[in-house]
């Protein structure tokens, strides 16, 4: 097999070959760079703590808990007039050219309404603009005749034509995984005042920890016995620290659902935006499948083009 597959090499044309060890090149260098992404997002899946949006942080989250619509009147599909929280749907017509034929997208349609998710300790608003979407529910199917959904009132076609239609589905009441960025709104930012109650606490533990012995003895980094000035000012902003800590988790506490809005969007620093109907840990094993699929593929290919040098080196 190996003279056969020399003989074969060593008669092709120079155009074709340099085609055939670039593409070869190109494709193994695309496998890797999709697999170690997809190893990538599974481990920051599986690492990522889940959080819980009554006491979650601002910032990069994981929130598990149950899809629901905004209001009693979901989305529908176009298609199916489901019931659903986010659809993506298509419709392609065949088209013929002699025996050559394909399909043409007649119309695609994305949904972009917001939804919920409930985690049990609260609730926050989705905005799956931009987001990778795991659908509940995908399906195709084909059909002749008119063109049904929200194109049938459009002629677009006599009724032989034969249409492809595709639909995925996130389903209200189902399991949802968000991983993405969580920010509150409407919450009180750190004005004046709230700069004037963290001020106040900070005095009031200084204060507390001067006539407590043991406390104050945390600071004596040199065990001298005796508090410098450096390590007062450490303690100064250790104290300033854990005021605004004892602060921020009062006005968390204190908050209601009537002046905080919680909503998970799109990441501005290029971390992953993932909506899944799929359990995290689901969707962190097929992603790992998947980058040990494209990764083995990456391996093949690069001892075929190996083969590719040792029996005709480029530009041979």
Request: aromatic residues 8%; glycine residues 8%; proline residues 5%.
């Amino acid at each position: 097999m190996s003279d056969t597959f020399r003989d074969w090499l060593g008669g092709l044309d120079p155009g074709l070959y340099l085609v055939l060890w670039v593409g070869s090149l190109t494709l193994m260098l695309v496998c890797l760079v999709v697999g170690f992404r997809s190893l990538i997002r599974a481990r920051i899946i599986t690492h990522t703590p889940t959080a819980r949006l009554r006491s979650a942080a601002q910032g990069f989250n994981e929130i598990e808990g149950i899809g629901r619509a905004i209001d009693d009147h979901p989305l529908r599909s176009p298609l199916s007039l489901i019931p659903c929280l986010w659809f993506d749907t298509t419709i392609e017509r065949l088209e013929r050219n002699g025996k050559a034929q394909r399909w043409v997208t007649v119309e695609r349609r994305r949904s972009d309404a917001l939804f919920r998710i409930d985690d049990g300790s609260g609730e926050a608003f989705v905005d799956p603009d931009h987001a990778r979407i795991i659908p509940h529910s995908s399906r195709r199917w084909r059909e002749r005749g008119s063109p049904r959904g929200w194109m049938a009132a459009i002629p677009i076609g006599s009724g032989g034509n034969s249409y492809r239609y595709t639909e995925r589905l996130l389903f209200p009441d189902h399991p949802l995984y968000v991983l993405g960025w969580l920010e509150t709104r409407g919450h009180r930012n750190e004005g004046a005042g709230v700069r004037d109650v963290v001020e106040r606490r900070r005095l009031e533990l200084l204060r507390e920890w001067k006539v407590d012995k043991a406390l104050l003895q945390r600071f004596d980094l040199d065990g001298d016995g005796n508090i410098s000035e450096r390590e007062w000012a450490w303690a100064r902003r250790l104290a300033r620290a854990q005021a605004r800590k004892e602060v921020s988790e009062a006005e968390r506490e204190s908050a209601t659902g009537s002046n905080v809005v919680h909503l998970m969007h799109r990441p501005n620093n290029g971390n992953p935006f993932i909506i899944s109907g799929l359990s995290q840990g689901r969707l962190a094993q097929r992603k790992t499948i998947r980058a040990a699929g494209f990764i083995m593929t990456a391996l093949v290919l690069f001892v075929f083009w190996l083969m590719l040098q040792e029996m005709r080196p480029f530009p041979g």
